[in-house]
């Protein structure tokens, strides 16, 4: 692998018009692709083996030309204080906002409240739905311009109107909160790299690599059905892993400069050493992203893939796009200890000329400081992980619907009318639907359950069995006494369904529950069943692969449990934010409550592929020092000295890249950044940084045993550049004639 990657590294190198022309050449295709494909549309959302999901499929089927999953839209009135909604001049503005939002070239249908009996008790809120053909994201601008016109015009009457439903469902933004990211990326990058335009091939580059896969993702949005968040996302991961997998490449660059060696030679080791950490790191980010497929949630598969896709163009970049632009930058790069025009530093020289070393880096006294305290330092970061993660005994898990928006939002204000005037269970209404295909008596049966559900606890009110045109179906609406997210809303449904066993017997129809409501329910389920099997397959995945880079048992079986105790504690710390409101205004959360559904096992995911990037790019050192020569805690001093510099910019540049994300106006984006940001903290400056040193001092040589059996079966993929060095060594002692052959090769 890494005399492989060396000869790439020098052919990039001097080949770098050609392999400059390639890239930007992609980019051009992929951004011309996006601008021409058609604009995407709904992002469907489906969960394959759920009860709410047959549901919703058995509607497509048995009621024809109703969009079950059309956008909805629900205007809410409120008459002013005395008044009520049935007074004739509030009546006369609500018949003509009715019949205006008719109108609408989208609209399917448009209830009446006073024929439909959605007017509350008191009789001071009232509300008509509005049902459209298309979903939420396919709607035209000018359909939810009319909605709004509608509800102002009515507003200027006198009454109080809000809108809620999923009819006004934005495309999230960002903000200029990833700018920020991007920004702070670049002053760690001058800093570490100690010039402008040694900083700048990161960004360059990693900009170039999320081009091309946002743009590819725009250009096949609507035909893979890809939503907003997933580009988002793509954006977000490639962002980070792109600035860091080229730093480590430069850092080395560097480095093998100060050693003596031509810019060619230097460009060829760096890829061929750094580059091995990199290939092999952006594995275990891959297995993890892809791995999400395990889930069988589409809308989750997509966002993985994509993702994944983006990890594999920014790896590539940075074995040949890295290489090419440090041959255009030249001499403008200097080797590392050089001095820096930019920042000044230099190597000190003693009385004669000769470079030396004043004092130890950083990195180089805090591991001397482990080594000496493996058990102290061990236990500190263990008990601090643990404390952070005591929050997770909390967790609560659900999808975000209006009742979450900011207070701000006028879908936020229809949820609370609608809850205030018919009940918090109203906003989240259970559909029961009914197939009475095999039972003799279709209408009874219906009937049946229907008076089930009425004598069930928790019930608040359960409209007439509906049924489709052939009367072999029926739908029933069930309206709960608790809110949506509530665990007694929960408890209704699953009683629902267990209901349907004994109804199943004596009528032969089935029952399904769905909704936004139950399809939450289910959805939380699915996440948690597939939890185990996820990080099973990813971890043990990950886990092969690293014995095979590590030669070792015990290095990948503490790199995995490392990352078990931070991707807890920074599930913690999201519960203490999102959910208990900690911190909640300085991070700009409005509203607190459960952690989506989705949150445990995507940061699994992404956070184990990052967390292997610093045990790669860390350990990897320690292995080489190891290999060639020095002692167990030599070797960790070793790793630390040459990369906790770059292992510590690279997890501030990643951190300041996700940071950039919690501006989003998406409760999912927000929550995905802040965790993510707080995961690598975790990982990279508590976990890699103080335990991994800690338990390798206290390991010492067992840390690198390998059965030999074991040994003779796994490959060489050579990470610490051995059999470059033989390589290269051959290269030397060879005659000019026999040399040439060996480049060749």
Same mark, same amino acid.
């Given at each position: 692998?890494?005399?492989?990657?060396?000869?790439?590294?020098?052919?990039?190198?001097?080949?770098?018009?050609?392999?400059?022309?390639?890239?930007?050449?992609?980019?051009?295709?992929?951004?011309?692709?996006?601008?021409?494909?058609? *604009? #995407?549309?709904?992002?469907?959302?489906?969960?394959?083996?759920?009860?709410?999901?047959?549901?919703?499929?058995?509607?497509?089927?048995?009621?024809?030309?109703?969009?079950?999953?059309?956008?909805?839209?629900?205007?809410?009135?409120?008459?002013?204080?005395?008044?009520?909604?049935?007074?004739?001049?509030?009546?006369?503005?609500?018949?003509?906002?009715?019949?205006? /939002?008719?109108?609408?070239?989208?609209?399917?249908?448009?209830?009446?409240?006073?024929?439909?009996?959605?007017?509350?008790?008191?009789?001071?809120?009232?509300?008509?739905?509005?049902?459209?053909?298309?979903?939420?994201?396919?709607?035209?601008?000018?359909?939810?311009? #009319?909605?709004?016109?509608?509800?102002? &015009?009515?507003? %200027?009457?006198?009454?109080?109107?809000?809108?809620?439903?999923?009819?006004?469902?934005?495309?999230?933004?960002?903000?200029?909160?990833?700018?920020?990211?991007?920004?702070? $990326?670049?002053?760690?990058?001058?800093?570490?790299?100690?010039?402008?335009?040694?900083?700048?091939?990161?960004?360059?580059?990693?900009?170039?690599?999320?081009?091309?896969?946002?743009?590819?993702?725009?250009?096949?949005?609507?035909?893979?059905?890809?939503?907003?968040?997933?580009?988002?996302?793509?954006?977000?991961?490639?962002?980070?892993?792109?600035?860091?997998? #080229?730093?480590?490449?430069?850092?080395?660059?560097?480095?093998?400069?100060?050693?003596?060696?031509?810019?060619?030679?230097?460009?060829?080791?760096?890829?061929?050493?750094?580059?091995?950490?990199?290939?092999?790191?952006?594995?275990?980010?891959?297995?993890?992203?892809?791995?999400?497929?395990?889930?069988?949630?589409?809308?989750?598969?997509?966002?993985?893939?994509?993702?994944?896709?983006?990890?594999?163009?920014?790896?590539?970049?940075? +074995? !040949?796009?890295?290489? $090419?632009?440090?041959?255009?930058?030249?001499?403008?790069?200097?080797?590392?200890?050089?001095?820096?025009?930019?920042?000044?530093?230099?190597?000190?020289?003693?009385?004669?000329?000769?470079?030396?070393?004043?004092?130890?880096?950083?990195?180089?006294?805090?591991?001397?400081?482990?080594?000496?305290?493996?058990?102290?330092?061990?236990?500190?970061?263990?008990?601090?992980?643990?404390?952070?993660?005591?929050?997770?005994?909390?967790?609560?898990?659900?999808?975000?619907?209006?009742?979450?928006?900011?207070?701000? &939002?006028?879908?936020?204000? #229809?949820?609370?009318?609608?809850?205030?005037?018919?009940?918090?269970?109203?906003?989240?209404?259970?559909?029961?639907?009914?197939?009475?295909?095999?039972?003799?008596?279709?209408?009874?049966?219906?009937? +049946?359950?229907?008076?089930?559900?009425?004598?069930?606890?928790?019930?608040?009110?359960?409209?007439?069995?509906?049924?489709?045109?052939?009367? %072999?179906?029926?739908?029933?609406?069930?309206?709960?006494?608790?809110?949506?997210?509530?665990?007694?809303?929960?408890?209704?449904?699953?009683?629902?369904?267990?209901?349907?066993?004994?109804?199943?017997?004596? &009528?032969?129809?089935?029952?399904?529950?769905?909704?936004?409501?139950?399809?939450?329910?289910?959805?939380?389920?699915?996440?948690?069943?597939?939890?185990?099997?996820?990080?099973?397959?990813?971890?043990?995945?990950?886990?092969? /692969?690293?014995?095979?880079?590590?030669?070792?048992?015990?290095?990948?079986?503490?790199?995995?449990?490392?990352?078990?105790?931070?991707?807890?504690? $920074? /599930?913690?710390?999201?519960?203490?934010?999102?959910?208990?409101?900690?911190?909640?205004?300085?991070?700009?959360?409005?509203?607190?409550?459960?952690?989506?559904?989705?949150?445990?096992?995507?940061?699994?995911?992404?956070?184990?592929?990052?967390?292997?990037?610093?045990?790669?790019?860390?350990?990897?050192?320690?292995?080489?020092?190891?290999?060639?020569?020095?002692?167990?805690?030599?070797?960790?001093?070793?790793?630390?000295?040459?990369?906790?510099?770059?292992? !510590?910019?690279?997890?501030?540049?990643?951190?300041?890249?996700?940071?950039?994300?919690?501006?989003?106006?998406?409760?999912?984006?927000?929550?995905?950044?802040?965790?993510?940001?707080? *995961?690598?903290?975790?990982?990279?400056?508590?976990?890699?940084?103080?335990?991994?040193?800690?338990?390798?001092?206290? +390991?010492?040589?067992?840390?690198?045993?390998?059965?030999?059996?074991?040994?003779?079966?796994?490959?060489?993929?050579?990470?610490?550049?051995?059999?470059?060095?033989?390589?290269?060594?051959?290269?030397?002692?060879?005659?000019?004639?026999?040399?040439?052959?060996?480049?060749?090769?």
């Amino acid at each position: 692998m890494a005399t492989f990657l060396y000869k790439l590294g020098r052919l990039a190198f001097r080949r770098r018009h050609l392999v400059a022309l390639l890239w930007v050449a992609l980019l051009a295709l992929a951004g011309a692709g996006a601008a021409t494909a058609p *604009a #995407a549309g709904s992002s469907s959302f489906s969960i394959p083996g759920t009860e709410a999901q047959k549901a919703f499929d058995l509607l497509d089927e048995r009621f024809p030309g109703t969009s079950a999953d059309g956008a909805t839209g629900r205007v809410v009135f409120k008459a002013p204080a005395g008044e009520k909604m049935s007074d004739a001049d509030n009546k006369a503005v609500v018949d003509k906002t009715v019949q205006e /939002l008719s109108d609408g070239s989208e609209v399917a249908s448009v209830t009446d409240p006073f024929k439909t009996n959605a007017v509350s008790k008191d009789g001071s809120v009232a509300y008509t739905s509005v049902t459209y053909d298309v979903s939420g994201m396919e709607l035209k601008d000018s359909s939810k311009e #009319a909605l709004e016109h509608a509800a102002e &015009t009515a507003r %200027d009457s006198g009454l109080t109107v809000e809108i809620g439903g999923d009819a006004l469902q934005a495309v999230p933004e960002t903000g200029a909160g990833e700018i920020i990211g991007i920004g702070i $990326a670049a002053v760690v990058l001058v800093i570490t790299l100690g010039s402008l335009v040694a900083a700048g091939l990161p960004l360059l580059t990693a900009i170039i690599g999320v081009g091309i896969g946002v743009s590819v993702i725009t250009a096949l949005a609507n035909t893979l059905d890809l939503g907003s968040t997933t580009s988002t996302l793509a954006m977000m991961i490639g962002l980070a892993v792109g600035i860091d997998y #080229a730093l480590f490449i430069v850092s080395r660059y560097r480095a093998e400069l100060a050693e003596g060696r031509e810019r060619e030679e230097a460009v060829g080791r760096a890829v061929g050493t750094a580059g091995s950490a990199v290939v092999f790191a952006g594995l275990t980010v891959v297995i993890a992203l892809a791995g999400l497929a395990v889930v069988n949630i589409p809308m989750l598969t997509k966002m993985g893939f994509a993702a994944a896709g983006t990890v594999v163009i920014a790896v590539l970049i940075a +074995l !040949t796009m890295i290489p $090419a632009l440090l041959g255009y930058a030249g001499r403008r790069i200097q080797p590392a200890g050089a001095k820096s025009k930019l920042l000044g530093r230099r190597k000190q020289q003693d009385s004669a000329g000769t470079d030396t070393e004043a004092k130890p880096n950083m990195g180089t006294r805090w591991a001397s400081f482990v080594v000496r305290r493996p058990v102290a330092v061990l236990l500190l970061g263990v008990l601090g992980l643990g404390a952070a993660a005591v929050p997770v005994a909390s967790l609560e898990l659900g999808l975000p619907d209006d009742g979450s928006q900011p207070t701000s &939002t006028t879908q936020r204000r #229809a949820y609370d009318l609608l809850s205030d005037g018919f009940g918090p269970g109203f906003n989240g209404p259970l559909m029961v639907v009914t197939d009475a295909k095999s039972s003799a008596d279709p209408e009874g049966a219906a009937n +049946l359950v229907s008076e089930e559900i009425k004598d069930m606890p928790g019930v608040v009110s359960v409209a007439p069995p509906a049924p489709n045109k052939a009367g %072999d179906t029926y739908t029933i609406t069930v309206v709960p006494d608790s809110k949506p997210s509530s665990t007694q809303t929960e408890d209704l449904v699953h009683s629902i369904r267990d209901a349907g066993g004994s109804i199943k017997a004596d &009528t032969d129809a089935d029952i399904y529950v769905t909704g936004a409501t139950a399809m939450n329910i289910d959805f939380s389920q699915k996440m948690n069943d597939a939890l185990v099997p996820y990080l099973a397959l990813v971890v043990g995945l990950a886990f092969l /692969l690293l014995i095979a880079v590590f030669r070792s048992i015990l290095v990948p079986l503490k790199a995995a449990l490392g990352f078990l105790l931070s991707v807890l504690a $920074a /599930l913690g710390a999201v519960v203490a934010v999102f959910q208990w409101g900690w911190f909640a205004g300085v991070l700009g959360v409005e509203e607190t409550g459960p952690v989506m559904s989705m949150m445990p096992i995507f940061m699994v995911g992404v956070v184990f592929g990052l967390a292997m990037d610093y045990e790669v790019f860390l350990v990897t050192r320690m292995r080489e020092a190891f290999v060639h020569g020095e002692k167990p805690s030599q070797a960790v001093v070793t790793g630390f000295k040459h990369g906790a510099r770059v292992v !510590t910019a690279a997890a501030i540049i990643m951190m300041a890249v996700f940071s950039g994300f919690i501006g989003s106006s998406e409760a999912m984006v927000k929550m995905i950044g802040f965790g993510l940001a707080i *995961a690598v903290f975790f990982d990279a400056f508590v976990v890699r940084m103080a335990l991994v040193p800690a338990v390798l001092a206290l +390991l010492g040589k067992k840390a690198w045993w390998l059965p030999k059996w074991l040994d003779r079966a796994l490959p060489n993929v050579d990470v610490e550049g051995e059999g470059l060095r033989a390589h290269i060594d051959a290269q030397k002692d060879a005659d000019p004639d026999e040399k040439k052959e060996l480049v060749r090769a």
